[in-house]
């Protein structure tokens, strides 16, 4: 069946660093990969998402591109802050293996804790 | 606009015991998903509706779990009898529009404890 595979964290960092949070998938279909992040004591909410392939999604100093040719959307942010500590999900829809074209595939999520 | 709101945000009940999970979708959108996530593992499709319409239930774990959207509207989830292992946080989301790439809005989630 379809997965997503991510980065397993927890993943420390100091505030300024690089992040790069890796996610790569198997699907069949066209896949429409997103981003969703859940804040401490909230709601997953959408980061960002990508619908084509070489689309490249962005939001708050984010980024990820949707590379079919590696089945990947790797998550990258040049500088972390300390209030982007929260979890980060890679998630797929529109995999075609059956059923609703519309429901999400989850990886695991990854936990991000920025340090001042 | 008002959110997804889903209650109760947590519930705690004994083994063999029912409980009903609501959630409310923001005003407009057709479509409804359940999702879950046990304890240590990936959040997992449960099932979606479209509109009153059940258009993929393919996710319920077994016949103890029963989703119902009355009128299209709001939709409960209710477990009985509850095992041990249904534990776990049950998210709703809603979308409107067609087409896979439209964004989910999620609730907060109802944490469900089953003792």
């Known amino acids: 069946g379809d997965s997503v595979t991510q980065m397993e964290g927890p993943v420390t960092l100091s505030e300024e660093a690089f992040l790069t949070i890796n996610c790569t998938y198997t699907?069949?279909?066209?896949?429409?990969p997103f981003w969703y992040v859940q804040y401490p004591g909230e709601g997953l909410q959408l980061l960002l998402k990508?619908?084509?392939?070489?689309d490249k999604g962005s939001n708050k100093g984010f980024e990820a591109t949707y590379r079919k040719e590696t089945t990947s959307f790797h998550l990258e942010k040049g500088s972390v802050q300390v209030s982007d500590s929260a979890v980060y999900f890679c998630?797929?829809?529109?995999?075609?293996?059956?059923?609703?074209?519309?429901?999400?595939?989850f990886g695991k999520g990854t936990l991000l804790t920025v340090n001042p | 606009e008002a959110g997804v709101t889903q209650f109760p945000s947590h519930s705690v009940i004994e083994k063999g015991q029912t409980v009903t999970l609501r959630c409310d979708p923001i005003?407009?959108?057709?479509?409804l998903y359940w999702y879950r996530r046990v304890m240590g593992k990936e959040i997992k499709f449960l099932l979606h509706?479209?509109?009153?319409?059940?258009?993929?239930e393919s996710g319920m774990p077994n016949n103890r779990f029963l989703a119902e959207r009355t009128g299209g509207t709001y939709s409960t989830l209710k477990v009985q009898p509850a095992e041990l292992e249904d534990s776990g946080v049950y998210f709703c989301?809603?979308?409107?529009?067609?087409?896979?790439?439209?964004?989910?809005?999620f609730g907060p989630g109802t944490r469900l404890t089953v003792t």
């Open positions: 699907a069949t279909g066209y896949p429409s």
């Open positions: 509706f479209v509109k009153e319409s059940k258009q993929d």
């Open positions: 990508a619908t084509k392939a070489d």
């Open positions: 998630a797929l829809s529109g995999t075609g293996s059956g059923g609703s074209n519309y429901k999400l595939t």
């Open positions: 005003s407009g959108h057709d479509n």
């Open positions: 989301a809603s979308s409107q529009g067609q087409g896979a790439s439209h964004e989910q809005y």
